[in-house]
């Protein structure tokens, strides 16, 4: 007399047919597949991804039926880590081709199947990602729009600082040469008291001027080139190595080599004196 099925099996049938009513119903395809990759069951959404009616696809091998030819092997290769690793592997993207050769962007969640110990099949789900690849490509391209405004912006500010930085290089250069010597002469010659006072407020107020440039315009830092005073200058404002490299549009290694020459120049060079304080005190 030949046995029934037992209750174990009976339960088993139960949660796959539960199963399977509720993969009925989801948007996204679900599919099941023996551990050759060879389809048992496929939810009707088949029919919207791919073209195929669930009844076509059973039997049929999912590589050599959904894969473009120049993608199964390695396809097979990672559909044989999940067999040996026995862990589900989530996001996984390929290439799918439509019944109507049409190939499409697919995104499938695999899990392997286990009877104790051995992987006996695969099931998953799997969903066309064409709109999702359009609008990452999209992001993309504004992260690169973004990233070439910033880029000039940079560079515009860079310029304008530089600009600026020569404006009142030539300020204070002209005032140094043109007009403070005569100043002083003047007030060594002057014998009136008021007159003194005057020049004296008068040659206060243009050092209080200069004082308000951006760069520092010690004498102790006459000799320096053009580069030196915006590498002291940013030092001074607390710029990191990384900043300074952005904003002048050079390597941190060519930063590190003026900082170098600074203390040199300035005569700090193997002296335990902060080159940012040092820089500070001057103005």
């Known amino acids: ?57 059973l039997g049929c091998n999912s590589i050599e039926t959904l894969i473009p030819p120049e993608d ?3 396809q097979r290769q990672i559909l044989e880590k999940i067999r040996l690793s026995k862990k589900p592997r989530n996001g996984w993207r390929r290439r799918g081709v439509r019944k109507d050769g049409t190939v499409i962007p697919i995104e499938t969640h695999c899990l392997p199947l286990l009877a104790r110990t051995t992987v006996v099949g695969f099931r998953g789900i799997s969903r066309d990602i064409s709109a999702l690849q359009a609008l990452e490509l999209r992001l993309e391209h504004k992260a690169r729009e973004l990233t070439e405004v910033n880029n000039a912006l940079t560079l ?9 930085a020569e404006h009142e290089r030539r300020i204070h250069d002209n005032l140094q040469r043109l007009v403070i010597p005569y100043l002083d002469k003047i ?18 107020n243009l050092e209080k001027i200069t004082s308000t440039f951006s760069l520092a315009l010690s004498t102790r830092l006459d000799g320096l080139t053009p580069r030196e005073l915006e590498i002291a200058e940013l030092t001074k404002q607390g710029r990191s190595t990384k900043e300074m490299a952005a904003i002048l549009d050079i390597s941190s290694r060519t930063v590190e080599f003026y900082r170098d020459k600074l203390r040199v120049k300035l005569g700090l060079k193997c002296k335990k004196i902060n080159l940012r304080s040092y820089l500070s005190s001057l103005v």
């Open 72 to 74: 199964r092997e390695t």
């Open 156 to 164: 515009l500010l860079h310029q304008a600082a530089e600009a600026r």
């Open 1 to 57: 007399m030949k046995a029934g099925p037992s209750d174990a099996d009976k339960t088993l049938t139960n949660e796959t047919s539960r199963l399977h009513e509720l993969a009925a119903l989801c948007l996204e395809w679900a599919w099941e597949t023996d551990a050759q990759g060879n389809f048992t069951y496929c939810s009707p959404s088949c029919t919207v991804l791919y073209g195929y009616k669930p009844m076509e696809l």
């Open 187 to 204: 007030q060594d010659r002057a014998k009136d008291e008021e007159l003194q006072l005057y020049l004296r407020v008068a040659l206060n």
